[in-house]
């Protein structure tokens, strides 16, 4: 599995993970900006008016409202990456890299209101009778070219085709088997509930709503959505309140290094001004999809006359999630202090690594320079190779660990609750354990085993923390105090679920194109089944392959939209000339 994980990792590292693959959905969004001059700024206003229904006609035919088209939407978009993302590109990046978030968020608005239009132009219907329509259809009828000979080539269907599969694969990778190993894992490290417990109510749960089609999956996320942003706002505004003197520092420290890069501070060792700019924009691409297609594929179940009427819906959903969601987490991260703090923790073994000697400091400029260009990759330190002699708990060799990217203190080594004593073998200063390497029924028996624990080495001591561990720390520092960790918990799970639900119709809608409406019922029996199993199994290589999938899908998207750039502006065009003829009252509407 390691050597696959390696291979996967390999591909991802010519697409989705290297620079080009960031400046293409950049570029097509800055391009559309220009080219459509502004729409997120000047179709704004809009967009909310015909959320509300203000555009609606009698008779518009498809299977949910504009509103529960965004909020499905929503639910695909608004998951881990608001919670966990977020505080991943400030513990990557430092508070510059929300200002490239909060960047890439307004470009990706013009991209999800291209995106939407286009695909919903082409939807269709299904031969169950429901609307079927995504990026894979415009791509079939439009994306052909002629040779100088005359032929027509459709090369469209097969363009088309790549995109479906890549749906369904990523399906999995994006909204399945990720989103319910981050809800098991919280919820067992927030109540002490087995993972495998976990998997298998919502299992139940997510087979119940997805079985019921489009129509349920817009009932249970337009109520859904609005729940589970309520919450998560009441207990990120707790902590900016309680911690008030700290706003106006936070805002600064996320504009004051925009073309340096983040200073060191704390633990935290530092970020050139391209690792900012990367993490802020691949995390607010992985936290709104704009340019992946998949929120075209919601928005063509809804009931419209007008593609555009359509695009400009979508167009608000970067802007809630990653403009109003993600800043919110930032804020509550910055100004409750402990993204830069060492904190009491269990080390994760994919973020700990043994150095060579005991001679690092993180107290001196010098210090942290030396450390931030080893974690950068820019001049490797020494690593350690050998039997780490462990009495007591205590580490006796002559080693320094570095855990989530910071100088570890404190260091104990356990096995179970009780202090180790032994070795430990050490390869390239990382860890061999055992433990790490169980296959899935191991696994599975473990979660119902209690003398598992008890055997299992583990790393504990002060460092930094990410991901949802460090936003759940961020949220204790407000109002509730202890009680804040339960809203983190509880946001994750209706957040991570929600998203779970909108790609299973993301994979349907794929396979009743590839294979038709009869293979859906085969789609969703195989994607309940892996959300149980992932809730207790590791996913690594899921997330290498969720990577390489989602550059199959963004990649043709993005090429379709800008083949397809006139046509743009052209359906932009007869829009507002409708709009004007049915309300010639208005004024100040837009001319295109």
Not at 103 to 123: P, Q
Not at 517 to 528: N, T
Not at 532 to 541: G, K, N, P, R
Request: hydrophobic share 45%; net charge positive; aromatic share 12%.
């Amino acid at each position: 599995m390691q050597e696959i994980n390696s291979f996967l990792q390999l591909i991802d590292s010519y697409i989705g993970s290297h620079f080009w693959f960031v400046w293409l959905l950049l570029g097509t969004g800055i391009f559309f900006t220009v080219y459509l001059k502004f729409p997120q700024i000047r179709y704004f206003k809009y967009a909310i008016r015909i959320v509300r229904g203000k555009y609606d006609k009698e008779g518009d035919e498809g299977d949910t409202s504009h509103f529960q088209a965004l909020t499905t939407a929503l639910s695909g978009t608004v998951g881990t990456g608001n919670i966990a993302g977020v505080a991943l590109a400030v513990h990557l990046g430092g508070p510059a890299a929300l200002f490239w978030m909060l960047v890439t968020a307004m470009i990706g608005m013009t991209t999800k209101f291209v995106e939407v239009t286009l695909s919903h132009k082409y939807r269709e219907k299904a031969a169950d009778g429901t609307i079927a329509g995504g990026p894979m259809y415009f791509m079939r009828e439009r994306l052909n070219f002629k040779l100088p000979s005359g032929k027509l080539v459709k090369s469209g269907k097969w363009i088309a085709a790549i995109f479906a599969f890549a749906t369904v694969l990523s399906s999995f990778g994006t909204g399945n088997l990720p989103q319910v190993n981050s809800i098991s894992n919280s919820i067992f490290a927030t109540f002490g509930l087995p993972h495998v417990i976990t998997g298998f109510v919502l299992a139940i749960l997510l087979g119940f709503v997805i079985i019921g089609g489009i129509k349920r999956i817009a009932k249970v996320t337009s109520r859904l959505v609005p729940t589970m942003a309520l919450i998560y706002f009441i207990g990120a505004i707790s902590v900016i309140a309680m911690n008030y003197e700290n706003i106006w520092p936070s805002i600064q420290a996320i504009f004051a290094d925009i073309f340096t890069g983040s200073s060191a501070t704390g633990g935290f060792l530092g970020a050139t001004l391209a690792f900012a700019f990367n993490r802020g924009v691949n995390r607010g691409l992985f936290s709104n999809e704009a340019g992946q297609g998949s929120a075209p594929i919601a928005h063509a179940a809804a009931r419209a006359h007008e593609p555009v009427s359509e695009g400009m819906v979508a167009l608000l959903e970067p802007f809630i999630d990653t403009i109003i969601i993600c800043t919110l987490t930032g804020l509550t991260l910055l100004s409750s202090g402990v993204w830069n703090e060492k904190l009491d923790n269990r080390f994760q073994m994919a973020d700990l690594q043994i150095l060579q000697g005991t001679n690092y400091d993180d107290t001196t400029q010098e210090g942290k320079l030396v450390l931030a260009k080893h974690i950068n990759g820019d001049e490797t330190l020494p690593l350690f190779t050998g039997e780490m002699k462990v009495k007591d708990g205590e580490i006796t060799s002559d080693v320094q660990l570095i855990h989530s990217r910071s100088l570890a203190e404190n260091v104990v080594v356990k096995q179970g609750k009780k202090p180790y004593n032994g070795s430990i073998k050490v390869q390239n200063g990382l860890v061999q354990l055992q433990e790490e390497h169980l296959g899935m029924m191991a696994r599975l028996k473990a979660q119902f085993s209690s003398s598992s624990d008890s055997k299992k080495i583990v790393f504990e001591g002060k460092s930094l923390l990410h991901s949802a561990p460090l936003t759940t720390v961020a949220f204790t520092k407000g109002w509730f105090g202890s009680w804040g960790q339960y809203i983190v918990s509880i946001g994750l799970l209706l957040f991570a679920f929600s998203t779970a639900i909108s790609w299973s119709y993301y994979g349907d809608r794929a396979i009743t194109y590839l294979w038709g409406s009869k293979a859906v019922i085969w789609y969703h029996l195989i994607y309940v089944i892996g959300f149980f199993l992932a809730s207790f199994v590791d996913t690594t290589i899921i997330w290498t392959l969720s990577g390489i999938t989602i550059a199959l899908m963004t990649i043709p998207n993005l090429i379709g939209l800008l083949i397809l750039h006139r046509e743009m502006k052209g359906e932009v065009k007869l829009f507002w000339k409708e709009y004007k003829n049915r309300f010639p009252e208005e004024k100040g509407v837009p001319v295109d």
